[in-house]
């Protein structure tokens, strides 16, 4: 299997930019918060996260702390001790199911911690904040979010709007699409279908037709970082995704083929979810506004997912 590939953009930026730096991530816990961390720890950063657990490390420049953002006061209490140059805020309730019982946590766990944070950063005057938002925003003003979260992230993003028009804060929103690969949540679509497939299960699926755009997770930490760098692009909303639609379908063959050929996953064996998007990403744009572009073809992404899957499962069964 070929070597990842690098974004020139980033490797610039690794290599002298973040050097010294005091950057603070929340939600280094999640999916991408543990890339984001390690590759800024390579860069000689200053790197700090927080969480509502206590984690420890031996990192040297890395440090964990404890705390509930959706307390203001803990923000507060936090970046008077970190003082952060750099916030990248990536804490939040990803869930895209739609019952009741996730208004609430995507309400204070998205939201609440999105607002707090904006608004310490803005009165210590960090130089730049990070916003990731998603593909599951409505784009249009009078359209219906599909879902608790993403009428939270919808709601993230219209404040982080008003915070840069309104108190100049340095806001850059990172419209990140579907990322996979290492590490991800078990119940998210790829690892669950990789897992199945490498425990001889078939899969137990929807109708599959849904076109996503898929993006590996390496990609979207080295946009991340552009968004962090890039000169000018403060208010700006921009795409962090592959530029590719691909379906639900042809993924899960693809994982078959990778995996294991004689297993028939089950498609349409759960309901499709209702109101899914369907948005691709203006990578056109993205390389414009910040000078980055994606350079993992989906082939290879998925190969290194599947192989690090395999690796975990070979270590927990010996």
């Known amino acids: 299997m070929s070597q990842p590939k690098v974004n020139s953009v980033a490797a610039e930026t690794m290599s002298s930019f973040f050097s010294g730096q005091k950057i603070l991530i929340t939600g280094a816990s999640g999916f991408i918060g543990p890339h984001l961390c390690r590759r800024l720890c390579g860069t000689g950063a200053e790197v700090h996260t927080v969480s509502r657990t206590l984690h420890t490390t031996a990192i040297s420049n890395l440090h964990c702390w404890q ?43 998205n939201l609440a911690t999105t607002v707090n944070v904006l608004t310490v950063a803005t009165e210590v005057g960090c ?24 009428a939270s992230k ?7 709007r008003m915070f840069h028009a309104l108190y100049q804060a340095p806001v850059v929103i990172a419209r990140v699409f579907i990322t996979y690969g290492p590490g991800d949540k078990p119940t998210k ?3 669950y279908v ?5 425990q001889g299960e078939a899969p137990k699926l929807s109708g599959g037709q849904r076109q996503v755009d898929w993006v590996y997770v390496d990609d979207v930490v080295d946009g991340l970082l552009a968004a962090a760098h890039a000169p000018a692009v403060e208010g700006c909303t921009i795409d962090v995704g592959s530029g590719n639609l691909v379906t639900i379908r042809s993924i899960v063959d693809r994982l078959v083929g990778l995996i294991d050929p004689q297993i028939e996953p089950l498609f349409g064996a759960i309901a499709d979810r209702p109101f899914e998007q369907v948005r691709v990403a203006d990578t056109a744009k993205s390389g414009s506004l910040m000078g980055w ?3 993992t073809p989906l082939e290879e992404g998925l190969e290194r997912t599947v192989d690090w899957y395999r690796r975990q499962l070979r270590t927990s069964s010996g």
Not at 194 to 198: D, F
């Open 127 to 150: 130089r730049r904040i990070v916003l990731p938002g998603s593909l599951e925003e409505p784009e249009q003003t009078t359209a219906v979010p599909s879902s608790p979260y993403a």
């Open 194 to 198: 990789i897992r199945s497939l490498l």
């Open 154 to 160: 919808w709601a993230s993003s219209a404040y982080g």
């Open 189 to 191: 679509l790829i690892p």
């Open 67 to 109: 705390g509930d953002l959706a307390d203001i006061e803990t923000v507060r209490d936090l970046c008077d001790k970190v003082k952060p140059e750099v916030i990248f805020h990536l804490a939040g309730h990803a869930a895209g199911a739609r019952s009741l019982e996730l208004v609430l946590p995507t309400f204070h766990s």
């Open 293 to 295: 572009q994606p350079v």
